[in-house]
């Protein structure tokens, strides 16, 4: 952690339990998050593929306009899948479950990951889920 430009190598004690408590607080956000994001985002592909099959069926009596057919399926390429980060938050929980430890001591910067759901892989995981959730 920084402050004022100095590198401070702060540690704090957590409980075990509380760790895990908090870990599995964020597993399920997240799994609610990415459960309604991958419904949003099955039925949007599903209505861009109906589209595009429509498109082609009237391309396909016209002749073909390739661009259009292609601007459309780029439409459905472009959608964001939406990101399941379950299996980290799995391993996390393992390994202090697995813990005989009562207490763990914890960076500052490990800390707010843990405790704050602040991991980069979660942080992406919101933010590509969000983009169905918003979306609605």
């Keep these: 952690m920084q402050a004022l430009g100095k590198t401070l190598n702060i540690k704090t004690t957590f409980a075990v339990k509380q760790v895990i408590a908090f870990l599995e607080q964020h ?45 459309d399926y780029m439409a459905v390429a472009s959608l964001k899948i939406p990101v399941d980060a ?33 991991w980069n892989w979660a942080q992406t995981a919101k933010t590509t889920n969000s983009f169905y959730s918003n979306s609605r």
């Design 86 to 118: 379950t299996e980290m938050y799995e391993q996390y929980i393992a390994i202090f479950k697995q813990s005989t430890s009562k207490d763990v001591e914890l960076s500052m910067e490990d800390a707010n990951c843990l405790i704050n759901d602040a």
């Design 27 to 71: 597993l399920a956000a997240h799994k609610k998050e990415y459960t309604e994001a991958e419904a949003v985002y099955k039925q949007k592909v599903s209505e861009k593929l109906r589209a595009l099959a429509a498109e082609a069926n009237i391309q396909a009596t016209k002749g073909y306009n390739v661009s259009k057919l292609s601007s």
